[in-house]
C-alpha cells in the first residue's frame, strides 16, 4: 500500500513537472520597452505577441504552445546583456530582438554560447551576421544595402547639394552613415560636412550654425527619431534650409511629434512597407481595432516568430540548433513579409529598400509614404 501511494504520488509529480518543463516552448522579445526609444520596443513586443497568439490558436509548433516572456533593454547594451543572461536562466530557446545593433551584437554571443536562437527584427549592422555565429538571423535588411540605395538616392538626385553628414556614434547610426558616405562618394558626391554627436544631445544649436555657415541644404543623418526631430525642428526654426534623410532608425510616427511641421520632405529608407500587401489587410485591420498602429517593425517582429516557427514545423523539432539549420538550409516560409528564405550568414532574401517622404495624411498628422 505504502510503495503504491509512493508510486501515485511521483506519477503526479512527474506529470505536474512535465506539465510545465514540456508543454510550453519558451520564446522571448527583447528591446526597448521604456526610455527615449520605447515607441520601437512597443513594435517589436506587439508584433511577436500577436503572432504568438495567432501560433497558440492553431495548435502551437509541434504540439506546444509558446510562452512568451518580454525583456527590456532600454537600448543600452550592458542592460541587454542582463536581459539576455535572464532569458537564459528563464529557459528561452528562441529571442526575438533586440532593436538596436549594438545591443543585438553583444546579446547574440550570449545567446550563441548557451543554445539560443536569436531573430533580429531591426539590428541592420552588417557585422552581426558577419560573425560566422550559427544563431543569428534577421527579417529586416542590412545597412550597406540601405547605404548604397540612399547614397545613389542622394547622387541622382542631390547631386549639386552641400551634404552634411551626422552621425551619434552608435554601431547602427556611424555604420548606416559611413556607408551611406560610401556609396555616395563613389557616385561623384562629397559631403561638406562629417560630424558625430551624442546619444541624447538635445541642443543642436553649434551643429546647425556650423551647417548654416557650411551653406548644407541635404542633412544625411545616421542615428533614430528622438535625436533627428530635433535636428529638424531647431533646424527650421534657426532658418537653415535643409532636407534630412535617414534611414530606418526614424520610422515612427513619433518622429512628427518631435519635429512638428517641419518634418515635410524629410526622406528615409525602409524596406516595402508590409501594411500595403494585400494578404495582411485582415491583420493590420486586427492591430488597428486594439488601438495599435502596425508601423515599421511590427510585422517583421511578426515574421520573425512565423519563420521560427515554420522552420520548426520543417525540422519536426523545437531545438534550436535544428531550428536554425532549417532556416539556413530550408524554405522559403510563408510569412507577412512574404516568402523568407535565409542565406548561409542568416540574412534574408527579400526585396530592398526604397526611400520614403514624410507627408500630411487626411486627418493632419504626419507619415512616411512611399516617394513617388
Not at 7 to 20: C, D, E, M, P, Q
Not at 27 to 33: K, N
Not at 44 to 62: P, R
Not at 115 to 137: C, D, H, Q, Y
Request: hydrophobic letters at 40%.
Amino acid at each position: 500500500m505504502k510503495k503504491s501511494l509512493l508510486s501515485a504520488v511521483a506519477l503526479t509529480a512527474l506529470v505536474a513537472f512535465g506539465g510545465n518543463a514540456w508543454a510550453d516552448v519558451m520564446f522571448g522579445v527583447a528591446g526597448p520597452i521604456t526610455g527615449p526609444n520605447a515607441a520601437f520596443g512597443a513594435q517589436l513586443q506587439k508584433g511577436a505577441e500577436a503572432a504568438v497568439a495567432d501560433i497558440n490558436a492553431k495548435g502551437g509548433i509541434n504540439g506546444e504552445q509558446i510562452k512568451l516572456e518580454v525583456g527590456d533593454d532600454v537600448s543600452d547594451p550592458k542592460q541587454g546583456i542582463s536581459v539576455a543572461n535572464k532569458f537564459v536562466g528563464d529557459g528561452v530557446k528562441f529571442v526575438v530582438g533586440h532593436f538596436n545593433s549594438g545591443v543585438s551584437i553583444p546579446a547574440s554571443e550570449v545567446y550563441a554560447e548557451n543554445n539560443i536562437v536569436e531573430v533580429t527584427p531591426a539590428a541592420t549592422n552588417p557585422k552581426f551576421t558577419e560573425r560566422g555565429l550559427w544563431n543569428v538571423f534577421r527579417t529586416c535588411g542590412r545597412d550597406d544595402q540601405q547605404g548604397g540605395i540612399a547614397g545613389a538616392y542622394i547622387a541622382a538626385n542631390f547631386k549639386d547639394a552641400k551634404v552634411a553628414v551626422i552621425h551619434d556614434k552608435t554601431p547602427y547610426g556611424q555604420g548606416l552613415a559611413d556607408e551611406t558616405k560610401k556609396a555616395m562618394n563613389a557616385a561623384g558626391v562629397t559631403e561638406v560636412m562629417y560630424e558625430g554627436v551624442n546619444v541624447g544631445d538635445k541642443d543642436f544649436s553649434a551643429l546647425i550654425a556650423k551647417m548654416k555657415e557650411a551653406g548644407v541644404t541635404l542633412i544625411y543623418w545616421g542615428g533614430l527619431h528622438t535625436e533627428a526631430g530635433l535636428i529638424i525642428r531647431q533646424s527650421a526654426d534657426q532658418g537653415l534650409k535643409a532636407t534630412l534623410m535617414s534611414g530606418d532608425g526614424i520610422v515612427t510616427d513619433e518622429l512628427a511629434a518631435i519635429a512638428g511641421d517641419a518634418v515635410a520632405g524629410t526622406l528615409n529608407t525602409f524596406g516595402p512597407d508590409p501594411r500595403l500587401i494585400p494578404a495582411n489587410k485582415e491583420l493590420v485591420e486586427k492591430f488597428r481595432a486594439q488601438g495599435f498602429e502596425p508601423e515599421a517593425y511590427t510585422l517583421y517582429a511578426y515574421a520573425a516568430v512565423q519563420a521560427i516557427a515554420e522552420a520548426a514545423t520543417n525540422a519536426k523539432s523545437n531545438d534550436p540548433q535544428a531550428v536554425a539549420k532549417a532556416l539556413h538550409e530550408n524554405g522559403p516560409y510563408p510569412t507577412v513579409l512574404g516568402d523568407l528564405a535565409y542565406d548561409a550568414k542568416g540574412d534574408p532574401k527579400l526585396p530592398g529598400y526604397i526611400m520614403y517622404e514624410w507627408k500630411k495624411k487626411d486627418d493632419g498628422k504626419y507619415s512616411w509614404f512611399p516617394k513617388s
